[in-house]
Antibody, heavy 120, light 112 residues
Framework: EVQLQQSGPEVGRPGSSVKISCKAS????????MNWVKQSPGQGLEWIGW????????DYAEKFKKKATLTADTSSSTAYIQLSSLTSEDTATYFC?????????????WGQGVMVTVSS | DIVMTQGALPNPVPSGESASITCQSS???????????LNWYLQRPGQSPQLLIY???TRASGVSDRFSGSGSGTDFTLKISRVEAEDVGVYYC?????????FGAGTKLELK
């Protein structure tokens, strides 16, 4: 059974960074791209970027290029997103979601989401 | 970026009735391979989104046949037949043709 298990809720101070994880199981981690999606409170879905765990290659939506850094550890089948220089605008739930490729496909499995709260 | 515009539902929808959710893209999502790269997701309250329909009309594994997707290159419809309590939530369309992939703002379905 495919599962994407994300880490627990985070609280970050303005200006700091947080790093959240997404552990994959039930499939070959390097066969799929991992995407990250942001959902601000009461709002819709925003795609942040993707990482290809096999090659470590990444790409980001323009507005997240200076905000998010995607990495992956193939030895533990875990993908990570680090959010830097936190502001109140970063308070949101962050989902990981896998896809076969970085375009022309779909997100077939999603993690349960991680709530990140930015507060002093 | 391709803009996805979703229509609203005349909520609440009576249980057992049909509901149609519309989505429009600012550019054709029909690709040269003949596929249309439009996906539909349902996010139930307090849950993560789940894939319902991909490539405009293909139901994802395990999805009820009460859900069907149709459309042209820029105008799309998700039809839900015989609406049930488990269908309540927010429905999102997504284009996956061009970088960056983009979502509609969501359409909320409430049950009467």
């Amino acid at each position: 059974e495919v599962q994407l298990q994300q880490s627990g809720p985070e609280v970050g101070r303005p200006g700091s960074s947080v790093k959240i994880s997404c552990k994959a199981s039930g499939y070959t981690f390097t066969d799929y791209v991992m995407n990250w999606v942001k959902q601000s409170p009461g709002q819709g879905l925003e795609w942040i970027g993707w990482i290809d765990p096999e090659y470590g290659s990444t790409d980001y939506a323009e507005k997240f290029k200076k905000k998010a850094t995607l990495t992956a550890d193939t030895s533990s089948s875990t993908a990570y997103i680090q959010l830097s220089s936190l502001t109140s605008e970063d308070t949101a739930t962050y989902f990981c979601a896998r896809s076969v490729g970085y375009t022309l496909y779909y997100f077939d499995y999603w993690g349960q989401g991680v709530m990140v709260t930015v507060s002093s | 970026d391709i803009v996805m515009t979703q229509g609203a539902l005349p909520n609440p929808v009576p249980s057992g009735e049909s509901a149609s959710i519309t989505c429009q893209s600012s550019k054709s999502l029909l690709y040269s391979d003949g596929k249309t790269y439009l996906n539909w997701y349902l996010q139930r309250p307090g849950q993560s989104p789940q894939l319902l329909i991909y490539w405009m009309s293909t139901r994802a594994s395990g999805v009820s046949d009460r859900f069907s997707g149709s459309g042209s290159g820029t105008d799309f419809t998700l039809k839900i037949s015989r609406v049930e309590a488990e269908d309540v939530g927010v429905y999102y369309c997504q284009q996956f043709l061009e970088f960056p992939n983009t979502f509609g703002a969501g359409t909320k379905l409430e049950l009467k």
